[in-house]
């Protein structure tokens, strides 16, 4: 009597893992083998340290008998077996940096052959440049080219970049409107960082303010820089403060000169004396640069656009300089 209850004991014992082996061997249907795939996880979990009474029930709890709990625990299942380490290391640090899952994703799929830790070399390194994670997403997807950058390079670059006072925040703008700001030889940021020191004679601090709100000028050529700001300082009596202040330097030579000269032809803008002053009150450049061609007609000039091409012509009027 005693070897038949140690029988029954013993088969007691073996009843989940024997019913999981028949689980594997016996054609079943869909939803009977989610519910083996239940059970094998729960048997896992026996055999990594969990106890055995956990999981010496036949019947899943109510919460697994549901169709969404089943898919998802499925879908769990499947994603630990499928998923590689250094992913999750990876999803795992850029969620610590503050990505959105929906970030992560994008950032997947801009350079799918990059090595995940030059692509989180280059992604911290525009993190403490002060970017936030939208704007490192979208500097990305505008130029993946970044993501190929060897490491010390753009080290060297965010440093430089920090010295022209372009760090804590200011990048933004800078690296929407020229992400080739890391790419491009550092030769070329100096010539114009050099122009508009040295032939412009803008401050330090102007530099900056110059290169945050115009990041464009870093596409111009030196010399033709250098003449965009003789013209606005000399032709239209611009102090460097307010050349800064309106981003005159982000519009073309011809955009400018065009309206400028227009101006002058109807006398409603004159070229300051030394002292500063006019005999007629100077348009705000705001109102000249920053509206639209109609606009610009209608509520500066008071003309039309007849009068404007037939003033100006094909161009600017010969002997205007």
């Not at 630990?80 to 503050?98: A, C, H, I, Y």
């Not at 703008?173 to 412009?200: A, H, N, S």
């Not at 460097?240 to 803008?269: A, N, P, W």
Request: with cysteine.
């Amino acid at each position: 009597m005693a070897a038949l209850g140690r029988q029954v004991f013993d088969w007691h014992r073996l009843t989940p893992l024997t019913w999981a082996l028949l689980a594997r061997q016996t054609p079943q249907p869909a939803g009977q083998k989610r519910t083996a795939a239940f059970l094998l996880c729960k048997l896992m979990t026996v055999s990594s340290g969990g106890g055995l009474e956990e999981s010496s029930f036949v019947e899943p709890p109510k919460c697994a008998q549901k169709p969404e709990h089943r898919t998802r625990l499925i879908q769990c299942l499947l994603e630990k077996q499928r998923t590689p380490v250094w992913q999750e290391n990876f999803v795992r640090s850029l969620r610590d940096m503050g990505f959105s899952d929906v970030h992560v994703n994008e950032l997947l799929s801009i350079q799918p052959g990059t090595h995940p830790q030059q692509m989180l070399d280059i992604i911290s390194e525009l993190i403490l440049l002060g970017l936030n994670p939208e704007p490192v997403c979208v500097a990305l997807k505008k130029s993946p080219q970044l993501l190929k950058l060897p490491v010390m390079q753009m080290k060297k670059r965010s440093s430089y970049l920090r010295k022209l006072g372009l760090g804590e925040g200011k990048l933004k703008r800078v690296l929407y409107c020229c992400p080739e700001i890391f790419t491009m030889r550092q030769r070329d940021i100096e010539v114009i960082v050099g122009v508009l020191k040295e032939k412009c004679l803008f401050t330090v601090k102007q530099v900056t303010e110059i290169l945050h709100r115009c990041p464009y000028v870093l596409r111009e050529d030196p010399g033709e820089l250098e003449y965009k700001f003789q013209y606005a300082y000399f032709r239209m009596g611009i102090k460097h403060v307010d050349i800064v202040k309106t981003d005159l330097l982000q519009y073309s030579m011809t955009k400018t000169k065009q309206r400028h000269v227009f101006l002058e032809r109807l006398g409603r803008y004159q070229t300051p004396d030394k002292k500063g002053q006019t005999q007629v009150p100077n348009p705000l450049l705001k109102d000249i640069l920053r509206v639209s061609e109609a606009e610009f007609l209608a509520r500066t000039a008071v003309s039309s656009a007849e009068e404007f091409e037939v003033i100006l012509g094909d161009g600017v009027p010969s002997g205007v300089q």
